[in-house]
């Protein structure tokens, strides 16, 4: 007898024949692949006597990336049920995100990981900030000396990525400012690099990004502070950026709010928003490798992923573009397989080419995952 949560004959996945276009690179394309047991197949397989197929016609492309995502926080912030967090990854999921880097969550959602009708996601642990200086109840709040040790504990409990807020708004000084000096960053990279991990970190202000540069931080998340001195440094180390333009249009909310108090902080925040499309174009031209990430959970609720791929679209990078910060690049940067022969098919059925125009992406026919169809 076969436990009762077995999978039966009948949850079989049919066999599917994608007809293709199927898009394995941002070069390379085939005329058709199979999906077969959970697996995409290059070559028509053999196929059992009386097997059934299922023809599907259209463009075929990994799922999309999140490279910022916070599973687990709920809507407003504070933590929520693993119940909700799932409704989150579901939410993500029908819209085509099929990979999660998740960047800091409040609880543990290892538990997530075993369940295959979700995106692959890929957590960060919790987020590590310096005391009261990031959003209530969001992080682990420690001090420098600290630092290293909560830094290693982060790494151990993810999957690979450390993420610090490397900048908030200093309430003495009135506006944003390095929440580390610059041997805090070098001894907090070290700690992710020495536990085997990659360290990222939230940073809205310019006079952050050369002390993380500095440390070997490995990813930068918003990144609003770019500047004409930094873009080449981050272009020349080869540090991704993980956009959040949806986020940064909220800046002027946080402008607002902060005005009557601190004058000198919303300016700055108004001139990062008003900054973000070109700084991104410039990074992109210089040669940054941008990821597309919605920031959603806590204040952005998710599905978002399309208004942040509309977002790269304003900054005037095009569909090839935008497809390679959603979906090729972020396999690269993560590790993560994309539509080669034998890797898990997760993927996307769209019924126009998304090189030419990206909103094709809004359009799936199929929401593929793991060899099954769910959206
Ligand atoms: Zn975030």
Redesign the pocket.
């Known amino acids: 007898m076969s436990p009762p949560d077995a999978p039966t004959d009948a949850d079989a996945a049919p066999i599917l024949h994608l007809r293709g276009p199927v898009l394995i690179g941002p070069e390379e394309e085939l005329d058709g692949a199979w999906v077969v047991d959970g697996a995409i197949r290059h070559e028509r397989p053999e196929l059992p006597a009386g097997a059934e197929v299922r023809e599907i016609d259209g463009f075929v492309v990994p799922g999309l990336a999140d490279l910022?995502c916070?599973l687990g926080i709920g809507d407003g912030g504070g933590g929520t049920t693993l119940a909700e967090a799932r409704a989150q990854a579901l939410v993500d999921r029908d819209t085509g995100v099929l990979l999660i880097r998740d960047?800091?969550s409040i609880m543990d959602t290892s538990p997530l990981q075993q369940q295959q009708d979700l995106p692959r996601l890929i957590r960060c642990g919790r987020?590590l900030a310096r005391t009261r200086r990031y959003l209530i109840g969001y992080a682990d709040e420690v001090e420098p000396a600290g630092l290293p040790a909560a830094v290693t504990r982060e790494a151990r409990r993810g999957d690979g990525w450390v993420k610090l807020v490397g900048d908030w708004i200093d309430r003495g000084a009135g506006d944003l400012a390095p929440c580390w000096d610059a041997v805090d960053f070098v001894a907090a990279a070290e700690a992710a690099h020495a536990a085997g991990a990659r360290i990222t970190t939230?940073t809205f202000d310019e006079e952050t990004l050369p002390l993380v540069l500095d440390a070997g931080f490995d990813c930068l998340?918003?990144a609003t502070g770019l500047t004409d001195e930094t873009i080449p440094r981050v272009a020349a180390a080869g540090v991704p950026v993980v956009t959040?333009l949806v986020?940064v249009d909220e800046f002027e909310t946080y402008a607002a709010q902060g005005e009557a108090k601190f004058p000198a902080y919303a300016a700055h925040m108004r001139r990062l928003r008003g900054n973000r499309y070109d700084r991104t174009r410039d990074a992109y031209d210089a040669g940054v490798q941008l990821l597309v990430?919605t920031?959603a959970?806590?204040v952005l609720g998710h599905g978002i992923v399309h208004d942040e791929l509309d977002e790269l679209a304003a900054c005037g990078l095009d569909g090839s573009t935008i497809l390679d910060a959603a979906v090729w690049a972020p396999r690269r940067v993560l590790g993560a397989p994309g539509l080669e022969d034998g890797a898990p098919a997760d993927l996307l059925v769209v019924p126009r080419d998304p090189r030419t125009d990206h909103r094709a992406l809004r359009q799936r026919t199929h929401v593929v995952l793991g060899g099954r169809r769910v959206a």
């Open positions: 910022h916070h960047a800091g987020h939230h998340e918003h959040t986020n990430g920031d959970g806590g």
